[in-house]
T-cell receptor
Framework: GAGVSQTPSNKVTEKGKYVELRCDPI?????LYWYRQSLGQGPEFLIY????????DSGLPNDRFFAVRPEGSVSTLKIQRTERGDSAMYLC?????????????FGQGTRLTVV | GNSVTQMEGPVTLSEEAFLTINCTYT??????LFWYVQYPGEGLQLLLK?????DKGSNKGFEATYRKETTSFHLEKGSVQVSDSAVYFC????????????FGKGTKLTVNP
């Protein structure tokens, strides 16, 4: 596709349930990032993939959060035993090389609401 | 750790007014600096960037200069338009780091005709 695609655009789930959020990056981009944005705040880093491997997962808040990118393209962010505090916009971005000065292209996000 | 502090909004201006949104950062070494913009209903997109001290990034009439001595990267535009209404985020990517972006909280700009 032309840009970074995230699905679903909205997800409402009950507390305690498991959710998966999908990111389809720009074709050929080796670097992929997940961020979380709460209302009125800037995006906060969760995890960074270079190819298939997680190069930096220091932003994952706890072990309920996990992400994969098995073939170096599509990535899935997985949240177990969701809590109301997990409600936020989850953003995915990709870039060509992952070097610090390279432009990151963002998807429109998945808005997760835990009720 | 690395952090970005930007001017709190919201900011409301009339068309053709001068815009400044302040941004300061804390980081070791020489980070790359960015301004991202989020228009209503759209995803974040890069507005401009600067990768070394004294560099000036510019795009769509917006400018920002990387000032190492004041650790600042203020966004300016000489004459705003209604179409500039958006949320603006200052961000940095640390030198030698994992390429992740550290964002400020964002500043909402509304430009009235």
């Amino acid at each position: 596709g032309a840009g970074v695609s995230q699905t679903p655009s909205n997800k409402v789930t009950e507390k305690g349930k498991y959710v998966e959020l999908r990111c389809d990056p720009i074709s050929g981009h080796t670097a992929l990032y997940w961020y979380r944005q709460s209302l009125g705040q800037g995006p906060e880093f969760l995890i960074y993939f270079q190819g298939t491997g997680a190069a930096d997962d220091s932003g994952l808040p706890n072990d309920r959060f996990f992400a994969v990118r098995p073939e170096g393209s599509v990535s899935t962010l997985k949240i177990q035993r969701t809590e109301r505090g997990d409600s936020a916009m989850y953003l995915c971005a990709s870039s060509q090389t992952g070097t610090g000065a390279t432009e990151a292209f963002f998807g429109q996000g998945t808005r997760l609401t835990v009720v | 750790g690395n952090s970005v502090t930007q001017m709190e909004g919201p900011v409301t201006l009339s068309e053709e007014a001068f815009l400044t949104i302040n941004c300061t950062y804390t980081a070791t070494g020489y980070p790359s600096l960015f301004w991202y913009v989020q228009y209503p209903g759209e995803g974040l997109q890069l507005l401009l960037k600067a990768t070394k001290a004294d560099d000036k990034g510019s795009n769509k009439g917006f400018e920002a200069t990387y000032r190492k001595e004041t650790t600042s990267f203020h966004l300016e535009k000489g004459s705003v338009q209604v179409s500039d209404s958006a949320v603006y985020f200052c961000a940095l990517s640390a030198q030698g780091g994992s390429e992740k972006l550290v964002f400020g909280k964002g500043t909402k700009l509304t430009v009235n005709p």
